[in-house]
Each structure stands twice: as C-alpha cells, then as structure tokens.
C-alpha cells in the first residue's frame, strides 16, 4: 500500500507543474487591457504604465510565468486587479461556500440515487425501471440554471417558502469562522435559528446542483446491482441457505459503497466548475460567482486561481478516491 | 468480438449485404425501445423545425430584432401563442428562431471537439511513445479544469459571434475525443486483421485510413450523439451567463437570461426558452442514449 | 441567569419556520438601528480623489466632508465644513470660514492647512471628481488665511463653482502624509479612511456588503437616530424587489421600471419616481465613417424611433435638445428632430449613400438592460433607412478605450450623463467641449462655435444674459445632430415607510447621506 501511496503522491507534482502552465495561458487568453481597466477612465497613459509595472505586466511573457510560479509555491497567487486583494484570501473567503454547496449537493445525490437505482434493478424492465430511466435522463437535461430559476418561481417567488438566494439573510450574524461550512459552524456555536436560516438558503441551489450525479449514481446503481443479482457467487450463496435479502444486501451495499466514491471522483471536479451557474442563479457568494465576475471584469488573476484551485481539488479528491478503492478492493493497487 | 454461429449459415454472403443486416438488426433493436424512439422523434421535429421553422413563424421581423414596444408583456394568447417580451417581439417566434441557432451551435461543437480529438488521439494511440504522452498528459490536464470555467474565459476572450462561441466551446471538449479515439486505436492496432495487413507492408497512411478509422467510427458517432445535448447545454449556458451570441440574434440561453429581469409577473418569456433548451436537450440524450445501447457492443446487455 | 441576545434568539428559533423570512431577519436588527441599502454596484475604491461612481459616492459623503454640501430640490449650497464663505464681486475668489467644531475622526481639528492640502492632492492627480475643478484652479488658487478661513482664487470664472464643491472631500493630512507612499497615498486611501464625517467603515467585504457605524462624537450638529448602514451588493434587480417588498432592506436603489410597477400598492413600500439631470443619448462618430456627413446625421436623427425608445423607457421622458430638462438655461420650445421618415429620406438621398446599404457599429455596456434595449430600438429605425447595425456588447473600461481617437471609435457610442452639480455648465462643457475629446464624455466631436458658447456661458455672472448664450448653444448644437437626443429617465427608488426624513434632492439621489435620517420604531 506505501509505495502505491508514495508513488500516486510524486505524480502530482508534474501535474502541479503541467497545471500552473495551462491555467497562465488561460489567463493570458483574456482580452481587453486589464491595466486600463484598473486605472480608470481618466487615467493617464504614465498612470497605466506605472500600474502596469506595478503588477509586472510589462515583462515578457516567460518572466511573467516564472514570476508566476514562484509566487504560487510560496503561497502568493497573485492580486485581482479590481479588488487589490489577494487571491489566495479572496478564496479562502468564496471557497468553503462552493464546497458547502457541492457536498450538499453531492449528498443529496447519494441519498435519493442509491434507493431508485436499487429499486430499477429490482424492477428490471418494468415500469419503475422504465420511470428511472426517463427521470435520470430528464434530470441530466434539464439545464441547471432553468431548473433554479423555476425552483425561485414557484418556491421563492409564488409561494415564498424559501429565500431567492445567498447564504444568510444581510442582518443574520454568522457563526465564528472554525470550517467556513455555515451548517458546520452554527451547529458548533449552537445557534440553531441561523442554522436553520441557512438550511433553507441552502436547499434550492443543492437540489438544482445535484440532479447530474444523482442520475449517474442512479444508472450505475441500477448496472452494478443487475450484475451482482446475474452473478455466480449469488446464487452459489443463496445455494448455500444464506437469505436471499441478506445476500443482496451484502453485496448491493458494497456495490453502493463504490458507485458513491466513483461519482465522488468524477464529479467532485466537474460539480465545482458546474457551480458557477447555480451560483449565478442563486447569488450564492462562491468561487463560481467569483470567477464569472472575474471574467466579466478581465481580471485574470482571480480567474487563474480559480481554475487552479479547482483543478487541485479535483486532482487531491480523485487521488483520494484512488486510494479509498486500494482499500476496499486490493486488487486496484497493482494496475 | 463473439460471432454468432448462424452468420456461417448463408456463406458466401457480400460484406454490404452483412452490414445492411446488422444496421437492420441494431434499427429492430432501437425501435423496441420506447424512449429511444421518443427521442429521435422530438430530434426530427426539432432539426424540422430548425430548418424550416423560420419560414413559418408568425412574425418573421421579429428574428431580425425588429421591435413592437406597445405591445410589451402581452401574456399568451391566440396571437401569440408564448406572449411577448419587454421589446414586444412574440417569443414563439423567438423560441422557433433560437433552435438554429442552438442547433447548428451544438452540432458543430461536436463535430469540431471530433476532429481535433480524433486527430490528436489517432496519432498518440497509433504512433505511442513520447508522442502519447505527450498528448495524453495534456489531455488530461484539460480534463482536471472545468470545462465551463474553460470555456467562458476563452468565449469572453474571442467576443460575442455564433463562430467565436462554437471555438471556445469545442477547445474545451475535443480531450474526452481524444480519449476515446486513443483508447480505440491502441485495441485496434493489436487486432489480428491490422496484424496482417501490417505484415502485408500496408503504409501507415493506408493502415490508418482503411483499417482503424472505418473500425474506431462507429465509437466516435456514439459519443458524438450522446455529446450533443451537452453541447447544447453548454452553449445555452455561455448564453445565460451573457458571453454568447451578438444581438438581435435569438438564442435560447440569452432569452432566458434576459427574462430573469422580468420573472415573476412576466414568467411566460423564461419559460418557454428555458422550456425549449430543456426539451433539445432531452431528445438528444434520449437518442444518443439509444443509439449507444444498440450500437455499442460493450454497452449491450 | 440573564438573558442573552442569543438565548433570545435560539429561543425565537423555534418558531422561526413560521414567520415569514421579512419578520424573522428585521426582528434580528434588534435595538440597533442600521438602515440597509440594496445597490448593484460595488465600491472598488475608498479614496475620495481618485474613487467615481455612485456608489463610492455613497460612502465617501457620508464617512468624509466637503466646504459644502448640496441639499434640497433643486440642489442649493448649504453648509459643510465652512460654516458660511462670501464671493468677490468679480466672482473669482471664494473665502470661507470653517466651522470651529469640525474634527476628524481621530480627534485632529479641520483646519485650512488640510483643506489646502486636499486641493493640492486632487490637482496632482487628476482623478476622480477632480476634472470638475481642474479646470478653473492652479496651484496658486488655494490660500490659508488663517486657521479657520481658506480662500480659492479661481484661475478662470466659473459661476457653477460651489456646486461642484460638494464632491471634493477632505482628507486628513496627518494620516496620508503617515502613509504617502510612493503613490501619494493612493494604495492606503484606497482601503483606509481619513475622514471627518459623521460615519466611519466597520466591515468591508469586496463584491458583498460595506457596514458603516455612527461615530460615537460626531461633530456634525443635528442628526437621526442610525447606529450604522449597510450597503448590500444585490445585482439583480428582481431581487432587490423582492427584498424590499419583504422589509429585508430599507432602500433599494436600482429598480427598473417594471419593478416599480409591481412594487406599487404594496403595504410598507414608498415609491420615489421624481425627474433628475440625467440624460441618456447616443453619440454618433462625427469625424470618422459614414458618421461625419452631417447628412446621414440627420437623416438618422429623423429615422430614429423616439416613441418606442420612450415606451420602453418607463418612467421617463424624451429630451428637447442636449441639455436636461427643467435645468437653468434650458429651452422647452427648441426644434428638435422627431420620427419623421420622409424627412429622413430627404437627408439620407443628399448623403453620400443615398440608398443606406451600409453597416454600422454600435457599443453598448454589457449587461446594461435600458441599453440593450435602446441599441435594439436604433436598429430596428436603420433598417428603415436600409442601414444594418452590429451591435457590440462590451464592458465600459474596453469601451472607455474605444473613444481614445475617431479612428477607434464606433459609429454610435451611448452615454449616460448624470449631472453632478445642477447647473447647465456640467453637461455642456462634459459633453460638447473639445477638451474633452478622447474622453468618453465626448469622443470627438469639436466646434470652434460651440466651445466658445460654453466658455462664455460659464464665466457669465447675469443671469439674463447667461440664459441667451444656453439659449444659443442649444441651437448650435442640434444644428449639428452631433448626437441621438434620447431621454431623461426618472430616478427610481424605493423606499420602506419606516425611513424618515428623507428628502429628495436630483443630484446623486442614489448616493444617500445618512446624518439627517432616522428609523421608526
């Protein structure tokens, strides 16, 4: 297990490397002059250039990578332009909101995906089956932002159950930081009422981010649980007096087991770049709010951090994901 | 690759004829099942409607961004058959228009990521060695930053333009192409009948060309069908966060983001565009959805 | 055991999932009174020379003073950090006595010394509001008389001088000087505050909210009862709807038309829908592209479709000419050009493509609904005239860099222009001045007439004869059709009843200073 550990952990460094390199040129790829954009409409050309150097822009393009660089690894990943602060502060702030939401999401997905995929597999080729086909389909269509804005017509807007959008009412005192996860914090401070206030905030956007992996964790239940129910060692089981419930519980729950950390692996990533629209929707103040402002404004620092951070994430989860499967199945770990 | 004991029976038989059959067969198997066929169906009637549609709306000079402010807000009715949004264009009018351009959009996405990812997974699956990796390390770099972030920074990049939005969204999707073509190639390539025509002194133009590609179609046409509803998604997103077609253009996406403003008294001009990528975008995946059951043999059951 | 606000809290808690989110959040504010402003805009910038917009403008009245304030409707001077100040005959040198009470916040006295200081400041960087004195002040124009009395000797006559007053702010010397910097304190004011007013910055969170809190001895006399505000960045404008209306803030300060239509009736809500000098029209590229032949101009002039831009304006209404309506020197009975398509035609067969077949640009800012709207309305009257137009959305900096020269300009380029100091000088000089060409205010178009005109009408003391020569401008300038002459939109907020004493005034009605406002209950 060590050296599979080792090893997976020594491959991520070309990927830092590969990934600080793609996500420059991402930046570089932005139009307009984000120095003019900072000095203002009545700046002065001396203004611009003073700005410019400021912030190193008059380099050539190499130096500026490695400048770059160096500052990501100790920590400095640049200032956006607009707000004059750092990055890396401004994501510490947006950060926890985004994998709140994605987590929340991501449980919800879990939750009511395993028990229909089960129950279409159960039912093969009947009418629930049918059903969960088309409803996992209809979900992974529907786009997330029409979904949202029908969630805030019919809940927010018709019948005002709950909030349009954010994470807290403007008066609501948020609980002392300790995770940056409100539901997390509050439940430490036992503040049960912002608690709650959250919980409604949260429920809207949550649902609308969840359907594509609810669908795919419903599909692949629905496939890992035909195949065990086919399978040799099943029938060897119930041969042998074991109960069939008990066996296709054994079996299905370990099955559930790693449909769970697949989706968690494939979507992790996708679901924190998937935010942005939600966040749009929703006016839920993450990292996907802050990086369509940022685009928006041509603030390319602030966007080559996102994208870099995003695709730490995903790297660090599925690297995770990787060695959750070397521990629950070992044959993983010689491939 | 099993073959099934009663091809042997009507030897010889011509090679069109054997594919005719198993077009025939995979159609049988397609047919019988329901969604699959609802979702061609609603396909059909949206490249119908896409091509033809513009024809027959009822008020043409609102396409072009012609305007009507006295007749804002109008809910539907008989005349308008959606209602009217805050310019007083007729949004079924509008709706009917924007399917060009979704369409059109999506398709060349798909067909675009397909090239680039055929190519550049073709010649890093074939050629292996550091040309592989070298391909294979970017891809999957690519793969690790979201696609929509990727996407949005290179459409604000090129401008507002039905052009500039298909290149912004095919760069970030040709990796998963290339993926799968690298993946295809590299089983092919160790196939007994690219073997032999390698042994044969086959070129490596005439091995690629005549014996992978015809052999590695198939799995590109699958993803292609299942990637377009996704491409049509995206680029209604493009549209919806404000980075995508030029005005007066009608495109789903922007219709919505615009009618956003105007929800909830003014519901009808959200709706029905939201409506209308939603339905696109389910009868594509319904397809692509069977399409693969029939067409894919690992998928097949 | 005492009760705590949180006990009292987890103890309304329970109940909390049947009251409506308005009663449970408004309930939260407790014995404090913050007053909570729903705006779109962001406040980038704290430093009160260099920072534009009106939602800097929010935070810098109310956390800096100026010599003078502006108040009433419409606007009159009233007392600021000066007490009272008296004009020379001639109308060049302003002397004004400071009020012996005006501190800054960290205790130091206000004397002349720091509003020289400040002057000083804003002519060498040329920022922000400084373009309103720039202008008419040089380095020898500011003078200590004594500790309290400061005069301004003006370096050319500049009738409109104590309205732009208001939006030059004073620093405090002592901490700029302790943070200067290489930048002249730029990067520290940027994020810092130095002020005297009445309110200081308790939380800032950029793109999210701003707080201020009442400072505890304000110098200020008079005064409501607000312990602090809040500016709550809320981008769409269906959303500050909806807060309003559920009592979660008390103001909000961009509302559309439509929104104000919904918004009426409801119980708690006062509506604000009064006339302001803020014009709206759209710029045509005089000196380049088809653009420059006075009659294709015209004929646009004529074809464009005034009664839909109105319409889709809402609460608005159309201007008469370059100046806003009701402003001094205006002229209600100008010709102006109206939806005459024969006339159109007429000027477009003597241009030199008398049968339209071109393709024209226009820019509008990205996002900008009304301007969205407008291009759509310009396009729908060119295609009359068989003239297309590509309209380019884009955000306002790539825009501002546009109008650097003709050659870069687009053909139409749409421009709000709000007053900030009631006086026709304002609009005049920002907009029609050669001076100002490779500005946005006025890209390109120049006339030896017309800035004569306006240097004329702003040194001009009688006001009879100061009204001829607006009079004569006005004429000039349509003579011209250097631009679309769109509409006066009407200033749009809303407001919950339990705000009082506020008052309108149609400069920087959104920007709203807090001293004077209480709320009930």
């Given at each position: 297990m060590l050296p599979f550990v080792i090893r997976r952990f020594l491959l991520l460094i070309p990927v830092f490397i590969g990934l600080s390199m793609l996500v420059f040129v991402i930046g570089r790829l932005l139009p307009g002059d984000p120095v003019q954009l900072a000095a203002g409409p009545h700046a002065t050309r001396e203004e611009i250039a003073a700005l410019a150097a400021e912030f190193g822009l008059d380099q050539p393009l190499p130096v500026q990578y490695l400048a770059y660089a160096k500052g990501l690894a100790i920590g400095d990943w640049g200032r956006s332009i607009q707000s004059r602060q750092p990055v890396i502060d401004d994501l510490k702030t947006f950060m926890p909101a985004t994998l709140e939401l994605v987590i929340a999401a991501m449980i919800v997905a879990i939750l009511i995906g395993i028990p229909t995929g089960l129950l279409a597999a159960v039912y093969r080729d009947r009418w629930p089956d049918t059903l969960s086909r088309a409803v996992s389909l209809g979900a992974i269509s529907i786009p997330r932002f029409f979904l949202g804005l029908l969630?805030?017509?019919?809940?927010?807007?018709w019948l005002g159950l709950l909030p349009l959008g954010g994470r807290l009412p403007i008066t609501a005192e948020p609980p002392p930081f300790l995770t940056g996860f409100l539901l997390i914090d509050t439940l430490v401070a036992r503040d049960f009422s912002t608690f709650f206030l959250a919980l409604q905030h949260m429920a809207m956007p949550a649902v609308a981010l969840s359907l594509s992996p609810l669908a795919t964790i419903m599909r692949m239940m629905r496939a890992s649980t035909l195949e065990v129910l086919s399978q040799d060692y099943?029938?060897?089981?119930?041969?042998l007096g074991l109960s069939q419930r008990l066996t296709i519980f054994k079996y299905v729950l370990k099955n559930a087991l790693s449909a769970s950390l697949t989706v968690i692996g494939l979507y992790f990533g996708w679901l924190l770049g998937g935010t942005v629209l939600v966040e749009t929707v929703f006016d839920w103040p993450g990292i996907g709010l802050y990086a369509t402002r940022a685009i928006t404004t041509q603030d390319f620092m602030p966007v080559m951090g996102v994208t870099l951070c995003i695709g730490l994430i995903f790297v660090a989860v599925n690297l995770l994901v990787d060695l959750a499967y070397g521990l629950v199945n070992p044959k993983v770990r010689l491939s | 690759m099993s073959v099934a004991p009663h091809d042997f029976g009507d030897f010889p038989r011509s090679a069109a004829a054997a594919r005719f059959e198993a077009w025939r067969r995979a159609f049988y198997r397609f047919s019988g099942s329901r969604l699959s066929v609802i979702g061609l169906g609603i396909c059909v009637f949206l490249v119908l409607v896409a091509i033809f549609g513009e024809s027959f709306v009822p008020y043409p000079q609102h396409v072009t961004g012609g305007i009507a402010p006295r007749a804002r807000f109008l809910p539907p009715s008989a005349t308008h058959w959606f209602g009217t949004n805050e310019l007083g264009q007729d949004v079924f009018t509008l709706v009917v228009a924007g399917s060009r351009v979704s369409l059109l959009c999506g398709f060349a996405v798909v067909f675009a990521a397909a090239v680039v990812g055929t190519v550049l997974g073709g010649i890093a699956g074939y050629y292996g060695g550091w040309t592989d990796d070298l391909i294979m390390r970017l891809t999957d770099l690519k793969l690790t930053i979201p696609g929509l972030i990727l996407a949005m920074a290179i459409a604000a990049a090129l401008g507002p333009g039905i052009v500039n939005m298909i290149i912004a969204v095919s760069l970030s999707w040709w990796p998963g192409f290339a993926r799968l073509v690298r993946g295809e190639v590299l089983s092919k390539k160790e196939e007994l009948f690219v073997l032999a025509a390698r042994a044969l002194g086959a070129s490596h133009a005439r091995l690629i060309w005549r014996h992978i590609v015809p052999n590695v179609l198939g799995a590109i046409v699958i993803k292609m069908s299942l990637d377009m509803g996704f491409a049509i998604l995206t680029v209604a997103a493009l549209g919806f966060i404000g980075i995508g077609?030029?005005?007066?253009?009608?495109?789903?996406?922007?219709?919505?983001?615009?009618?956003?403003?105007?929800?909830?008294?003014?519901?009808?001009?959200?709706?029905?565009?939201?409506?209308?990528?939603?339905?696109?975008?389910?009868?594509?995946?319904?397809?692509?959805?069977?399409?693969?059951?029939?067409?894919?043999?690992?998928?097949?059951? | 055991m005492s009760v705590t606000r949180r006990s009292v809290i987890i103890g309304a808690g329970a109940t909390a999932g049947l009251l409506p989110l308005s009663q449970m959040t408004m309930a939260q504010t407790g014995g404090r009174k913050i007053l909570i402003i729903a705006s779109g805009q962001d406040i980038p910038n704290f430093d009160p020379h260099v920072a534009t917009g009106y939602s800097p403008a929010w935070l810098l009245r109310n956390v800096y003073d100026s010599l003078v304030r502006t108040e009433g409707n419409p606007p009159k001077p009233v007392p600021g950090l000066a007490s009272s100040w008296s004009v020379s005959p001639d109308g060049m040198t302003y002397t004004f006595k400071l009020d012996p009470k005006a501190k800054f916040q960290d205790g130091t006295p206000v004397d002349a010394a720091a509003v020289k200081h400040s002057f000083d400041r804003i002519m060498r960087l040329k920022k922000g509001n400084g373009w309103m004195v720039n202008s008419v002040i040089g380095p020898d124009s500011m003078k200590v008389i004594d500790d309290k009395t400061v005069s301004i000797k003006l370096t050319k006559p500049f009738v409109a001088f104590l309205h732009v007053l208001p939006w030059q702010w004073v620093v405090n010397p002592k901490q700029v000087e302790a943070n200067k910097g290489s930048d002249d304190g730029q990067a520290w004011l940027s994020k810092n505050l130095a002020g005297s007013g009445p309110f200081r910055v308790k939380r800032a969170e950029p793109g999210n909210l701003y707080e201020l809190e009442r400072v505890a001895d304000a110098w200020q006399p008079g005064g409501g009862n607000l312990s602090g505000a809040i500016w709550q960045i809320v981008r769409e404008t269906i959303k500050q709807r909806q807060m309003i209306q559920a009592g979660q803030v008390h103001m909000a300060a961009d509302l559309t038309s439509e929104d104000m239509d919904a918004l009426k009736g409801r119980p708690g809500v006062n509506l604000v829908i009064e006339p302001e000098f803020r014009t709206f029209s759209i710029k045509m590229n005089t000196e380049n592209g088809p653009l420059a032949d006075i009659n294709m101009r015209r004929a646009i002039s004529y074809a464009f479709d005034y009664q839909a831009m109105l319409e889709l304006a809402g609460y608005a209404q159309l201007m008469v000419g370059p100046l806003p309506n009701g402003i001094f020197g205006h002229d209600p009975s100008l010709a102006v050009p109206r939806t005459d398509l024969a006339k159109a035609k007429e000027f477009l067969s003597k241009s030199k493509s008398p049968n339209g077949g071109i393709k024209l640009t226009m820019t509008h800012v990205t996002g900008l609904e009304q301007q969205r709207r407008w291009s759509l309305v310009l396009l729908d009257s060119l295609k009359k005239l068989n003239i297309d137009l590509d309209i380019k959305p884009m955000v306002w900096p790539d825009m501002v860099a546009l109008t650097k020269t003709p050659q870069t300009a687009p053909d139409f380029f749409p421009v709000y222009q709000t007053a900030n100091y009631g006086d026709p000088d304002n609009i005049a000089f920002a907009a029609y001045h050669s001076a100002n060409n490779g500005n946005w205010q006025n890209m390109v178009y120049k006339s030896a007439r017309v800035d004569q005109l306006i240097e004329r009408g702003r040194a001009e003391l009688d006001e009879a004869k100061r009204?001829?020569?607006?009079?004569?401008?006005?004429?000039?300038?349509?003579?011209?059709?250097p631009d679309i002459f769109g509409v006066l939109e009407k200033r749009k907020l809303a407001l919950r009843t339990d705000i009082e004493n506020y008052r309108f005034t149609p400069v920087a009605s959104n920007a709203v200073e807090l001293w004077p406002l209480s709320l009930k209950g």
């Open positions: 969630l805030q017509l019919a809940l927010a807007m099943v029938l060897t089981a119930r041969a | 077609v030029k005005p007066p253009t009608p495109e789903w996406g922007s219709l919505l983001a615009i009618a956003r403003g105007y929800m909830p008294e003014f519901w009808w001009t959200a709706v029905f565009p939201g409506l209308a990528i939603f339905l696109a975008v389910f009868g594509f995946n319904l397809l692509g959805d069977g399409l693969r059951d029939v067409l894919d043999p690992k998928a097949r059951r | 009204a001829a020569i607006y009079k004569e401008l006005q004429q000039v300038i349509v003579e011209d059709a």
